[in-house]
DNA sequence: GCTATACTTGTATCATGGCGTCAGCACTCC
DNA sequence: GGAGTGCTGACGCCATGATACAAGTATAGC
């Protein structure tokens, strides 16, 4: 798996359903991948280290368990979060900070985009009782 | 507890590790409450609506058992995702799309602002062995 | 005070996922 | 080909958390 940036394509009933971008943006796969403070310790370690590293490498400055970091990695890798390259035995990981930023400021302006129009109850008065 | 405001300060320790805003950001607890789907669906419906809801209101509109929405929203407000407030017996969380977009902007700012200069593992070259 | 409403909390069940260990595969070097 | 290195996969243990149902609490209207 050289580059897992690339999701799978959604079926048509997916597509139908019209989600609106923010629903698309917020998702829950990598928001997952992130909340886990170990893998969000691996991933501000090689958004830091600003080049790929090696499951290895990070596993030795994080002072994680070996296979804890190449799972973490896979899975961040998997969702999009980092991309990976094999190289002989050994697999290079990289973050791409930029392009994490530009999903999260997507995901802001897509919740500046939400609104009323969406509705998805019907916009009655609240409670004044 | 005569003094609940002294027990933020943190140890030596701490302060010498000296998180990154990203790390800060990176709240694991917001980003868990906002991975788990059926949340997602409830902010999503709180944003739209673009004002408070009772929790009766977004149980029926999502279709989702009460008392999981109750437990849901209670938790999303814990971290700060929503604001609530009790009138009566009617509670009225509301979603506050403009804070929550500067949050992920904040974020975004972060990451970019992460570098070498913070390196985790020391920046030898990468596998050109 | 009684009842209905709106929400919270307790409990039980189940699924998910993190973790450590170990075996195995792929690759490189000798 | 054998040994060593780098990583992946499978397994079991355990903690967490999502869910559903039911009971409890708080408030409003009578």
């Given at each position: 798996m050289a580059s897992a940036l690339q999701r799978s394509s959604p079926s048509p009933k997916q597509?139908?359903?019209?989600?609106?971008?923010?629903?698309?943006?917020?998702?829950?796969?990598?928001?997952?991948?992130?909340?886990?403070?170990?893998?969000?310790?691996?991933?501000?370690?090689?958004?830091?280290?600003?080049?790929?590293?090696?499951?290895?490498?990070?596993?030795?400055?994080?002072?994680?368990?070996?296979?804890?970091?190449?799972?973490?990695?896979?899975?961040?890798?998997?969702v999009g979060l980092l991309s990976s390259e094999k190289k002989g035995r050994t697999v290079w990981y990289a973050a791409h900070g930029s392009a994490l930023a530009t999903r999260f400021r997507d995901l802001a302006d897509a919740i500046d985009e939400l609104g009323p129009a969406d509705a998805c109850c019907d916009?009655?008065?609240?409670?004044?009782t």
């Open positions: 597509a139908l359903r019209r989600r609106s971008r923010f629903d698309r943006l917020l998702d829950p796969e990598v928001l997952k991948a992130l909340a886990e403070p170990t893998r969000a310790r691996l991933l501000s370690c090689l958004l830091k280290c600003g080049r790929p590293c090696s499951v290895t490498e990070v596993a030795d400055c994080c002072s994680i368990d070996f296979s804890m970091v190449a799972r973490h990695l896979a899975t961040m890798a998997r916009p009655s008065e609240p409670g004044d």
